[in-house]
């Protein structure tokens, strides 16, 4: 065999033997798992009959049996400080959940004490949840997450509403705390979480701070949170060096399939929505 003819062989040998490695590697790569592997968030457990913001345990039931599995909640404290979900204290939500005629007009709009809310049904057929309801269903769907939506920002509020979560998880079981994932609204709100439980998974939600993009992109390449926002921020650039800093990138709230596909192609990773099932997801043509 002549050199030239020696050269090409050991050429096509190696570059045989790269390939096989490449695809033998790419056999080996393990599907996501975990909160990685799930791409849809219902907002507020879920919209159910084209409501929204019910925050209810049939909107969680009524979403998971469509594949979903990761849902926001928002959860407020009552006036006798128990933990609750619901999105807010305003007379337009009492109108919106349907229950004008279950409370009082003195009661519209107003903080209410624990038996007030959990004796109130929302749109007369919806069961509403205590942060203890949530924990059994965690415990009663092994691979539902629940992501936190606790508005409040001052460190004392913070600290009461995650001690309370990590109480009733640790009452029912406490690995159910590996499946709560915090949001936060602002860096500091880490480290007041932190003291009370650290999270395996924490999410930073943008739509609170003034923090610029660099600002934001250093913070996920220190404490490696993952990055929800609003789709209007949502910009190519900015989605690409979040997830070369290591995050997952979710937007919110998006319901319409065609946005979800352009946002996809971006390189979002999820998508919180109040009509979208994983199942739905699935079936989207062009999705990343």
Known sequence: MDRKKLIASVIMVVAIGLLLVIT???????????????????????????????????????????????????LLLTSDDQLVARHEWTTNMSKLLGQESVLPDAKQ??????????????????????????MKLMAAYPDAYIVTDTKELKPELVTEQFRLIVEAAEKIDPTLLQRIVPQIYSRDMLDVVNKVYAFPEVIFTLYQTQDSDDVVINF????????????????????????????????????DEEEITELSRMGVDGFYTDFVSEDDLGLIKGLR
């Open 24 to 74: 033998l590697s790419d056999d080996k790569k393990e599907p996501a798992a975990g909160l990685a592997a799930h791409r849809i968030v219902a907002h507020a457990m879920g919209g159910i009959n084209n409501h929204t913001y019910t925050n209810t345990l049939d909107a969680f039931i009524a979403n998971y049996e469509q594949g979903t599995r990761v849902f926001e909640t928002d």
């Open 109 to 134: 709009g107003t903080v209410l004490n624990y038996n007030e809310f959990m004796n109130s049904p929302v749109l007369d057929f919806y069961s509403p949840l205590d942060i203890e309801k949530i």
């Open 220 to 255: 996920v390449k220190q404490s490696g949170v993952d990055i929800t926002m609003p789709a209007a921020r949502a910009e190519k650039s900015f989605v690409r060096k979040l997830k070369k800093a290591g995050a997952r990138v979710y937007v919110h709230t998006v319901n």
